[in-house]
Each structure stands twice: as structure tokens, then as C-alpha cells.
């Protein structure tokens, strides 16, 4: 089910609001990016996203070699901080234009809600998003 969660940065510089389902699952990847920082990751549609504060405190790395959505791609991280609350892509396979939202950024989301949303494991280290890794344990 469709709801309106808000999240933030470790120190509140940046703050969000977004619609998401979190039925349709948070999604653990092992591509080079995922793996290191972590990312336990959902999706929305660009239009359901707000930034609600700290426009002025975001850095954004955009990864020039990749090869899913080749390079277009925007992860925003608070320059205070130093925490990546959620990044900004594009695929037209996949949703189209997207925000990407580190679901430990919500504020709002219940351990409830978190632990009951399935988790999907993506193959991102040889580009193959739909069949999950032979290991995953330590996603």
C-alpha cells in the first residue's frame, strides 16, 4: 500500500518526503556502490518525491562507468554528515525517471513496516537486477 514517509540525514540538514509501497519490497544489491555503503534501497516515481529542506548542504557523485543506467545516475550525500538519504536516476525500463530512497533515511517507518517488507536481492556485480546472487547472506 501507497504512503507518504518522511525521512532525513543523521544531523536533519536534509530532509524529504516521499510516497512509497513498501509491499513491492527493499532491494539489497552487490554491485560495487550497493555493497560498500550498504544500501538497503525502495523506489518512487520522480513526481513522488519532495526535498523539503537542504538543497544547499547536498554533494552529489555520479559514477561515470555505469553500465545500468550508463552514468545517469545522482547520489546525494549531506556534506554535514556525510549520509546518502536517497539518489535521483533514470532507466526507461525500470521506472523511468526515479528517486532511489536509503530506507534507513525514513524517520517515519515503523521496525514493523521494515520487517515485514520483502526483500529482493539484485545482482548488480554482473548487471543482473531480476535473478538475485548465488550468495547473499552478507548483503
Known sequence: MKKTYHGSCHCGAVRYECVLD???GLRRCNCSFCRRTRML????RREDFKLLSGEDRLLT??????SWLEGDID????????????????HKDFMGHF???NAGTLDDVSEEELS???V???NGMVDDYENPPAHHAHL
Open 41 to 44: 534501497k525502495t523506489f518512487t
Open 61 to 66: 557523485y555520479r559514477a561515470a562507468d555505469s
Open 120 to 122: 529482493i536481492y539484485e
Open 75 to 90: 547520489h546525494f550525500f549531506c556534506k554535514t554528515c556525510g549520509i546518502r538519504s536517497f539518489s535521483r536516476g533514470y
Open 99 to 101: 528517486y532511489c530512497i
Open 116 to 118: 515485514a517488507a520483502p
Open 22 to 24: 513498501l509491499d513491492e
